[in-house]
């Protein structure tokens, strides 16, 4: 339910399109995004730090090295190299529009709450995230000062 | 009496009937130049989970489709309207009308885009004959006989993606940004992000900026998916200094 009634873009074509209001999308900018200022007070932000995960990910790690390599083996692309770029391109528009991910290189949720769902799920169609990485939470727990 | 804050809206603006957090109705504290969009909260601890946010969200929805809000992050909580007006609007006073001119009419948009994990692999064992080799080398052998060459190989294709991600993340900004007024590019959330960025978009170029977006996922269809976002309130185009 979007507000902005006369600004919604047209829902078509190749682009997925989403107003505002879902949670995914919503933490993005809403905790880190915006106008502060130094001095307010913070009531007890309770279960905040509950909302975030840092979900940035280290690309150069072994693991993430092991999961790339595995992910590679497991195209099928034929027995030896020896396919020709041609078929190789036919079979890129073949699959791509419905090729389904394999869950190696699985995106970290942006937030934890998997059952919010909907939004989350922007990325891909399936995104179950068997491997998921590691992400560390980043406390957002924030020290309650009294402005002066 | 605490008092939460949501965003700043113009003078003149009326607040939006939803509910604020907490149930109390949103309320205005109004300023020379400036409002501040607020509602009451109860003493004491007050619960900040998920609904909370939405709530945020959903008031500067509501503020934006009434005119030019500058909003604040989740979490700012004032000590009552005196203190809004005191600290907020009047120290910062100066800096919050400038913005709520120069950002009158403008919306942010936020444009993500993801490879389809085959695809993009299946390039990357095509383009690069040592990657292709590797992955020659590794198949059919042990997880542990081929342990180091599988690291190489996964460090190659990691090398490759990255690579690819530069430039097709540079090539969907160029295209995009002569639509906009301003860019913000964000950190890939994980591997196979091309990029995550928000746009501060004229509303009158709203429908243009949508119809060279789609253009955009159309040559890149079955390759990269396109996510639009918005529009919402500037989040990443508004900035408070430390005032006077």
Known sequence: ?148 | MATYVYGIVESTARAPKARGIGGAPLAMVAGDGAAALVSDLPDGDVRMGRDEVLMHAEVLDQALAQGTVLPMRFGVVMDGSDDVRRQLLERHGEDLRNQLADLAGKVEVNVRAVYEEDVVLREVVSEDPEIARLREAVRGRSEDAAYYERIRLGELVAQAIEAKRERDAQAIIDVLAPETLAVDVGAPAHERVVLSVSFLVDRERLEKFDEVLEAVARDQVGRIRFKLTGPRAPHSFVELGRGP
């Open chain 1, 1 to 148: 339910m979007s507000a902005l009634a006369g600004n919604r873009f047209p829902r078509s074509g190749y682009v997925t399109r989403s107003s505002s209001s879902g949670l995914a999308d919503v933490l993005d900018v809403l905790l880190d995004k915006g106008l502060v200022i130094d001095i307010f007070l913070r009531v007890s932000l309770v279960g905040i730090e509950l909302l975030t995960v840092d979900a940035r990910i280290v690309i150069a790690s072994v693991d993430t090295y092991l999961r790339f390599a595995e992910a590679v083996n497991r195209l099928d692309i034929g027995e030896s190299s020896s396919e020709g770029l041609p078929d190789l391109i036919e079979d890129m528009t073949q699959n791509g529009a419905q090729s389904k991910t394999k869950g190696v290189l699985e995106g970290a949720k942006e937030s934890l709450f998997g059952s919010s769902g909907d939004d989350d799920n922007d990325d891909d169609g399936d995104s179950s995230s068997r491997s998921k990485p590691r992400s560390s939470s980043r406390s957002r727990s924030r020290s309650s000062s009294r402005g002066r």
